[in-house]
């Protein structure tokens, strides 16, 4: 593997990995359920399938992952694809190769003391509301949807919760009254009962009740300048990932399960069984961007993010994303 | 009466005229000299630093991820004029240094009776010392976890993780201290009738006063790293999230300038403990190089 | 047969450098009455400190038995009042809160203790430095501190380990004075260590000569002279040099021993 | 010869019989009851503990936040058995280990020679001291998360996170053990012939070795916090993954054990402190509740 | 003129706990030539061991002159040998380290300075414990390592603060034997503080008696007494004798005031 040494980060476009054989790919947390495609590729052997080596590196925070691409440290992110959006309004050219799914994949759950109170956007009024962290896709979804019921952010609180543990006690302890997560978190606290579906956006429905359109969200995204510079290295990563976005749709939860690592489902194996349930349906066949989608997701981004909103008119979507190896892939 | 022991200010106002080499040897005068050395060569060092980022990044780096100090300072009157996302940023100061001021007391306070506890209780401490070692090995970001679990989303999560890593290092050093002092000291004053909680008050305390204050200095930096790595994994308010929004949304000015504030808050209670250390080692023989030559 | 002090083939060893064992007092047999004053004299490294600190309870004996007030000693017994042979004030204390440290410890308001403490200050000759610490005192002065930090407590038995041999003459002889007089009638036993037969002499009732170490009883003399004692004077008596020569013909004798031995240990 | 200086082996093969006295004071003996006694006692802790943990669990809480000896326990064995998501648990154990042994070398080696430098040179410490302060006071999880921009994804942004992590506890305590040192070894060797540099060496390093031993204690256990933080920011292996993984799973058992393993590091780490301590500071009398009665 | 030490007019003042300033020498003028063995006595806590920092150069004069080989002063002149009044001997190494320490960090070989090192353990009566430590020796043990690491750098001015003064009287006169053969011939100055009226003269070309505090020069008695000396029989002349009463004069009048001043300062 090439380290690049730090200094010769003004090459922001990620392509010091160019003569590397190895393909670096960072993964907003590897056992979250809308990233499995990233740790299922690997386990079902696609990537050697392709003779193309990868290398997945996991971090919590996608923003670990987004950084660590732009400095070159990674040729590809497994995360949302809103950050390729965010990046161009800051001047860095991402671009998301293999579109996982067109809905985030988020719910928002409420808690169940609240469960009476909170019914739909509108009652967030005075709430403690519980993202994964200020500035990150799940504020601004959060602020999208309450502030298209009328509520501005200052009339609720936002409170970074995490994922996991951290927001189901929080949740539970009353520290927020409803939150926005994704699965393994919304099946737990749905088993458990401490919490209740307020807006799936597991499924297209309910991702346009809650946003008035798709969202993109899942994919994985490369540096524009990498793509140009290895197509063939692109094409081999994309091809495996298309496969196994068809293995998923052919394939029950339980046998997913089966193919994850046993850490992956932590001490309940029916839990996950139950995540992948929920969130399976999620992930397209193709890994083709929805363009409709796309436009939607910079038209939540314009409305709240601050650095998007004061470039939104001068964002070229079609930059963001590119369907060229997702349709090989599929042929 | 030959004893010469008129104090400068006395020798002043009997209008005495110093002679030559008195004043030549005026320690005020020295001292004020040293200071003000001091304190230009910091300037110096300061100025240097942030010019050399400056130009640095303008030339060669990318300012997205290292910013640069102009871009910080925009950065930093935007918060002080404009508030932040959470509100005020006197707010966040106040509830970060909340959380670490509430943190470093109970952590040093625990540190040091456990540290002088253990350290005069051969037994104990050899008992109870694998397992504080091991507690020191826990890595606090996952402790950060687990408190809010336990403690919630609220202050008592961070002041929790700020007490966490303040104690280690205050433990440690009361301990060692609490070990090191002069066999002759304690046989000495046991003699001279000190009961066993006298000998611990009059003499270990005292003596291990040099070794809680050498924690002390590293330890409020760490009471605010709690209180931050608390606010980082979970909050509403406080420097800690400032950061994290900065990070989420690729902000490096941001996090360089709250970074900024942490230390700033350091510094302010380095000099506060400055002057406590100097208030209670004033006993202390001045080293060769601090002694004020008359 | 009830004596304040008593050693009984009291033995102590020490863990050597490298792992062998030292005996620095072997199989002492001695006591100490109320009101007596006993001095020890021997050799340089014989093993007086640490017989001292056998007394104190500071140190248990190897083997053998200390009884004070007729218990064995456990910990460090009721009444005893110890000047070091090393400087142990607290740094961190000035003159006056050094000297007045015991009082205070044994339950003594703090004004009275200090009151206390500043008339033991000034009988050592150091008014004017009670502010002081120690870091800016003289040997002498410093140990003039002790002297006044030990007696200040009372004790009724008292151990001084090489109290004056950091004073000048002059100094010293008024501080022998100074302790002969307090000394008198208060039924304090006294054992003191010194280097100095003269002074040995000048003071005790008794003076014991120990062997060169392992330190041993050798000779035990008991000095006829009469109370009370002026030093100056007395020195030029001829029964003081007679006992003089007695004893140092005793003592001589063993340090020629521990300086052979020194020599043959390299040979 | 009226030395008694045989050493008790030396005792024992001349066929000496020993008196009861000496049997009854053999030191040897003494300590082996007392070690007996220590682990005994240790042992008793762990048990009492554990067994509290799981009782308590079992009856009030949720194992879900708490777990429980029993679950970490099963954690252990299906790592140690059939290895973890990410590779064989030795791996992992191995890879952490190297990223915190190099931090906590090159963290150590660097806080020990700026400690001391700082310490003796008095003006340089008066201008840079309130800088390093500061740095102290940067939340080492922000920096974890620029370290891997400036040294990548690879075991050098971790060993760059443990080395800060070390750093400052063991600088602060060089720092003030170099101020500490005895005035009189000073002058006295000065006075030998000793220059400078062998002033340094001779008298100020091996005066700070208790405080530098000291920092040392608790700075293995951030070395491997250092790294833990640094792979949970982000890796492909090591304890701090393993960790990360198992708190995005729910399966607090394997946070606990994560953590049990990175504490047992600890531990072995401090074995060979202590033995290291032991050798360096053999020159020291024996406190009184150590000391060996023969 | 040139003398190996000379002070002219050296003062040195000290800021006193609580701020005030504390002369502990003032005005301090006298000369040192090379093979003079000077002895210094006055009343405790007068300034004898400030003096020699000044000579040594461990200090700054306040006020005044020090000239070591016709030169200023400035940090430590060469061929200084000073053994301290209070210990300084390194806790963490063994006796032979100790005094090995000075040859080596002047360059010798260790294996040489051991020998070298050895030999003065020897002399000063200790062969047999060069692996002590310092915690594990005696009072008086630990002065004569402390002298045989001095004299083991062969200094051309030698600075000796109460060397012998935790001394049996034997060992004491063993070691000033020791001292008087060793210096004979060798050229170097002694510098030698003393309370010990009776060592001063025995061993001294000059007496010089300081003041009660501040430090002043009194008096500079020259001692006409012929070398060598044995210092046993020498104490029992007349000449000896008449000498020690004009200085005792001297000196006790210092230490009188002294005294008194101590008194006053509490009125
Ligand atoms: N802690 C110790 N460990 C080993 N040996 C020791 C220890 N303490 C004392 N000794 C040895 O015991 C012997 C007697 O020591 P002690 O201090 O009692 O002598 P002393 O008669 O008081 O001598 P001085 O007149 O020089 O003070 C010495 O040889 C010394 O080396
Ligand atoms: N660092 C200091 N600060 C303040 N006063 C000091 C300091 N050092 C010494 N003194 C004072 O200077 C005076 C002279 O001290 P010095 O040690 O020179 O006396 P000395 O003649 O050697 O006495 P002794 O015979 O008792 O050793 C004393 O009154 C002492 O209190
Ligand atoms: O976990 N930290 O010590 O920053
Ligand atoms: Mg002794
Ligand atoms: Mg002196």
């Not at chain 2, 300061?46 to 980022?53: E, T």
């Not at chain 2, 000998?199 to 003596?207: A, Q, T």
């Not at chain 3, 050094?98 to 009082?103: F, L, R, S």
């Not at chain 3, 008596?237 to 006992?243: D, G, K, L, R, W």
Request: aromatic share 8%; net charge positive; proline share 4%.
């Amino acid at each position: 593997a090439t380290k690049n040494d730090h200094g010769s980060s003004a090459g922001a476009g990620g392509g010091g990995g160019a003569s590397s054989d190895t393909v670096k790919i960072m993964v907003g947390g590897m056992s979250k359920v809308i990233y499995m495609p990233a740790a299922l590729t690997q386990q079902l052997g696609y990537f050697k399938d392709q003779g193309v080596k990868v290398q997945l590196i996991d971090t919590p925070a996608g923003v670990t992952a987004e950084t660590s691409l732009i400095a070159g440290k990674a040729q590809g992110v497994v995360g949302f694809y809103d950050h390729t959006i965010d990046m161009q309004a800051k001047g860095k050219c991402l671009e998301s190769v293999v579109q996982f799914a067109n809905v985030p994949g988020e719910v928002e759950m409420v808690s169940s003391k609240q469960a009476g109170t909170i019914k739909s956007a509108k009652d967030m009024k005075g709430k403690k509301l519980g993202v994964t962290s200020q500035g990150s896709s799940t504020d601004f979804l959060t602020q999208y949807f309450t502030g298209k019921a009328g509520i501005s952010t200052k009339q609720y609180t936002t409170v970074k919760a995490g994922a996991d543990a951290t927001f189901i006690a929080s949740m539970k302890s009353g520290g927020i009254d409803a939150g926005m997560t994704t699965d393994p978190t919304v099946a737990r606290l749905t088993k458990t009962g401490e919490g209740k579906v307020l807006f799936d956006m597991r499924t297209e429905a309910g991702t346009k009740k809650a946003l008035g359109g798709l969202y993109p969200a899942s994919s994985l995204y490369m540096s524009c300048d990498y793509v140009k510079k290895n197509p063939q290295q692109v094409q081999k990563v994309a091809n495996a990932f298309v496969k196994t976005l068809k293995w998923i749709n052919s394939h029950s939860a339980q046998q997913i399960s089966d193919k994850m690592p046993s850490d992956y489902k932590g001490s309940d194996p029916a839990l996950y069984v139950q995540a992948l349930k929920g969130s399976k349906g999620i992930f397209n066949t193709t890994g083709l961007m929805d363009a409709a989608g796309a436009k939607n997701a910079l038209n939540v981004l314009g409305s709240f993010s601050p650095a998007v909103k004061p470039k939104k008119d001068q964002i070229d979507i079609s930059k963001t994303y590119t369907t060229e190896f997702a349709k090989k892939a599929t042929s | 009466m030959s004893h010469d022991t008129l104090t400068a200010d006395a020798g002043a106002m009997n209008g005495a005229i110093p002679t030559p080499a008195e004043r030549k040897h005026d320690p005020r005068a020295q001292l004020r000299k040293h200071k003000a050395l001091v304190y230009s060569l910091r300037a110096f060092v300061l100025v240097g630093v942030l010019a050399i980022w400056e130009i640095s990044v303008n030339l060669w780096f990318d300012p997205f991820f290292y910013s640069k100090p102009s871009l910080i300072w925009k950065q930093l009157s935007t918060w002080f004029t404009d508030g932040t996302a959470q509100g005020s940023i006197w707010a966040q100061i106040s509830i970060t240094l909340q959380e670490a001021v509430i943190g470093f007391a109970i952590g040093a306070i625990a540190g040091v009776l456990l540290g002088i506890l253990l350290g005069r209780a051969r037994l104990l401490a050899e008992v109870l010392s694998p397992y504080i070692q091991a507690a020191n090995a826990v890595p606090r970001i996952v402790l950060a976890a687990l408190f809010i679990i336990w403690f919630g989303l609220g202050m008592s999560s961070k002041i929790a993780t700020a007490t966490v890593l303040v104690f280690f290092p205050v433990f440690f050093n009361a301990f060692q201290g609490a070990r090191e002092v002069d066999r002759n000291l304690i046989n000495n004053a046991r003699i001279l009738g000190a009961s066993r909680l006298q000998v611990l008050r009059s003499i270990v305390v005292p003596s291990a006063t040099s070794w809680i204050l050498a924690s002390l200095h590293t330890a409020f930096g760490f009471a605010l790293i709690g209180a931050i790595v608390g606010e980082y994994t979970g909050a509403t308010q406080g420097i800690g999230l400032l950061i994290s929004t900065a990070q989420a949304s690729f902000n490096s000015a941001g996090i360089y300038a709250g970074m900024l504030i942490s230390t700033v808050l350091a510094l302010i209670a380095e000099l506060v403990l400055g002057y406590l250390e100097r208030r209670l080692l004033k006993w202390r023989p001045p080293s060769q190089s601090e002694s004020v030559a008359v | 047969m009830s004596h304040l002090v008593e050693l009984s083939h009291a033995t102590k060893r020490f863990v050597k450098a490298g792992g062998g064992i030292h005996t620095a007092a072997a199989d002492i047999t001695m006591t100490v009455d109320a009101g007596e004053f006993v001095a020890v004299v021997g050799p340089t490294g014989c093993g007086k400190s640490t017989t001292l600190s056998l007394v104190s309870g500071l140190e248990p004996p190897s083997d053998g038995v200390v009884r004070v007030n007729d218990l064995p000693v456990q910990g460090i017994p009721d009444g005893v009042g110890y000047m070091f042979q090393a400087d142990a004030m607290l740094p961190w204390r000035n003159v006056l809160a050094n000297v007045a440290a015991g009082p205070m410890w044994r339950g003594m308001s703090k004004s009275d203790a200090h009151a206390k403490a500043m008339d033991w200050i000034t009988r050592v000759g150091l008014a004017g430095f009670e502010k002081s610490y120690m870091h800016q005192l003289s040997g002498g002065m410093r140990k003039r501190v002790a002297l006044a930090q030990t007696l200040v407590n009372e004790p009724k038995i008292l151990l001084m380990d090489e109290p004056f041999s950091a004073l000048d003459v002059q100094t010293r002889a008024l501080m022998q004075n100074e302790l002969l007089e307090l000394w008198s009638g208060t039924g304090t036993a006294v054992i003191f260590v010194t280097h100095d037969l003269e002074e040995a002499i000048v003071l005790a009732d008794r003076v014991v000569v120990m062997t060169a170490s392992p330190a041993r009883i050798k000779d035990d003399f008991r000095i006829n002279l009469p109370r009370p004692r002026n030093v100056e004077e007395l020195r030029m008596t001829p029964e003081f040099i007679e006992t003089y020569s007695k004893i140092w013909q005793s003592l001589s004798s063993e340090v020629a021993t521990a300086r052979a031995e020194g020599a043959s240990r390299v040979a």
